[in-house]
């Protein structure tokens, strides 16, 4: 194999550009499907929360526009007893695992629909039920966190793995290093999983590192890796499945930088035009992922217009009637602040959650 065609140097493609595949790998219709179904409504979703922000009603969104085939397509590799730990663009993989939409949306809410009861800033999702872990919105820290817990279901030999998530510009963080060290030489059963979006905010990527790419990184670590087409669903599916398998096989971590782009703005509190040029933003929307994954579908016979059509009107009521539930939900509790942190609260936090009930309700907003 030339250097070029090296799993960290070239490039996994298994979508071609005649919307065909690579018949070397097989996704079952079912897959390709359900992966659709969610990458519409995520992006359904994503436009919806955007506009809410913009209207005054939650604080802050973070969109993953142009990324969608990265957290379905490995939402869809994973097992039930998988752990994941995702960065700002990935909270929807706990969608994809059962997570509701509706405490979903309630956590941008910050309302007492929210699992986090409204302690977490808006798209810092966390979910038990789906063993999803809330980041920190440092860059970097989630990283060590899903080693570490792979590391954790290798001692209780356990077979689930743990999924950690990161920005290109997380890569520059001494996390990453530490984390990659540490599964390198412990063979932690985890996948990590670089976005690589071209934009850690306003830096880009070639900013961010000399080497050629950001796969060929893991090489020094005795970390497998491999670089995807991140807008290639069918690809980034078979690369974390093969990534998960290797992992409960006890061949220990992955690295798999999937090549990506962000179409929107970093976050709600971004304007990308002061940076970034509306051509290359325009080159990166003809690889659309959602545009990829459906002309692959009509070529397989499995979707036409009036099928999606359809499907669109479905997902759009789907997001707008959780929207109207996750919106009703009233405030969190007062008394709320005090659970969740002591088996058995103190009696002097026990005196206080008393006062706090007996005073007088805050003062509504402007009161
Ligand atoms: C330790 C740390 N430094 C800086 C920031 C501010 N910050 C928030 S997001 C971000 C860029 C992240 O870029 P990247 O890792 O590429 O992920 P992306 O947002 O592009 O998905 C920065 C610098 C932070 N949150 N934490």
């Excluded at 809410?109 to 872990?133: A, L």
């Excluded at 060290?181 to 996948?191: E, I, S």
Aim: negative net charge.
């Amino acid at each position: 194999m030339s250097v070029e065609n090296s799993r960290e140097l070239g490039l996994f493609r298994v979508l071609r550009d005649d919307h065909s595949q690579d018949p070397a790998v097989s996704v079952p219709d079912a897959v390709v499907l359900r992966a659709y179904r969610e990458m519409r409504r995520l992006r359904i979703l994503d436009a919806k929360m955007i506009l809410l922000q913009r209207q005054g009603r939650v604080g802050f969104y973070g969109a993953c526009t142009g990324q969608e085939a990265v957290p379905i397509g490995t939402a869809l590799a994973l097992e039930a007893d998988d752990w994941v730990y995702p960065a700002l663009r990935e909270q929807s993989v706990m969608l994809v695992r059962g997570f509701p939409l509706t405490q979903f949306i309630a956590q941008v809410f910050g309302n007492s629909g929210d699992v986090q009861k409204g302690r977490q800033m808006p798209s810092h999702h966390s979910g038990r039920s789906v063993n999803q872990v809330s980041w920190s919105s440092n860059i970097g820290p989630q990283i060590m966190q899903a080693v570490g817990t792979a590391w954790a279901m290798k001692l209780q030999k356990k077979s689930s793995i743990a999924v950690g998530f990161m920005g290109d510009g997380a890569t520059s963080q001494g996390d990453f290093h530490s984390a990659m060290n540490f599964a390198g030489v412990f063979k932690t059963p985890c996948v990590l999983i670089c976005q690589n979006n071209h934009w850690s905010i306003s830096v880009p990527t070639a900013k961010q590192t000399a080497s050629a790419t950001i796969a060929i990184k893991g090489l020094a670590y005795a970390v497998p890796s491999c670089r995807v087409d991140g807008n290639d669903l069918l690809a980034v599916y078979a690369a974390v499945k093969e990534a998960a398998d290797d992992a409960r096989a006890g061949k220990g971590t992955t690295f798999i930088e999937c090549l990506t782009y962000r179409i929107g703005a970093h976050s709600t509190s971004d304007d990308p035009s002061r940076y970034r040029t509306d051509e290359e933003v325009e080159s990166w929307k003809r690889k659309d992922p959602v545009d990829r994954l459906r002309n692959h579908l009509v070529h397989r016979g499995l979707l036409d217009d009036a099928k999606d059509a359809a499907l669109e009107a479905e997902l759009t009521d789907e997001v707008n009637e959780a929207v109207k539930v996750a919106e009703a939900f009233p405030a969190p509790s007062r008394e709320s602040l005090f659970d969740d942190v002591y088996q058995e609260l103190p009696w002097f936090l026990q005196e206080q959650k008393e006062e706090l009930r007996r005073a007088p309700p805050a003062p509504s907003h402007g009161g």
